[in-house]
């Protein structure tokens, strides 16, 4: 009977100052970007990273656009209790990849959605926008 008068309270304590953990990710590597947009004018699109230092890219009148990513740091897997995930702090899950029509942003992209698409045999991924 005393184990367990003694056994709830220990559980509620040992939750209490287990608590959560943060576990800093490693930053993404370098990674080169071929992207086909299809659009009826891509040449009126713009690719933007939206990262500490941004940058444009414009779209060749057939839709092909290529440039690298740089490395880049996102944040921190969060862990419940020390082993329940909670949150994902991958840095190719972050959509830092925006494609702009004619200056209004109608797609927002991963690398790791980037990565998913459909490619052509030159490994161009494709990506429908706009009208």
Known sequence: MQMKRLGIPLIALTALTAGCVNALR?????TDVKLNIQSAHPETCTVHVAL????DYSVASDGHVTFTVPP????????????IKVRDGAAENVRILEIRQNGRVVRRLSL???ATLTQDEAGYSSVKVGN
Request: charge should be negative; proline fraction near 8%; glycine fraction near 12%.
């Open 26 to 30: 490693p930053g993404s590597s370098a």
């Open 52 to 55: 500490e230092h941004p940058a």
């Open 72 to 83: 880049y740091h996102h944040g921190c897997d969060m862990y419940l209790f020390g082993a």
């Open 112 to 114: 790791a959605q980037v």
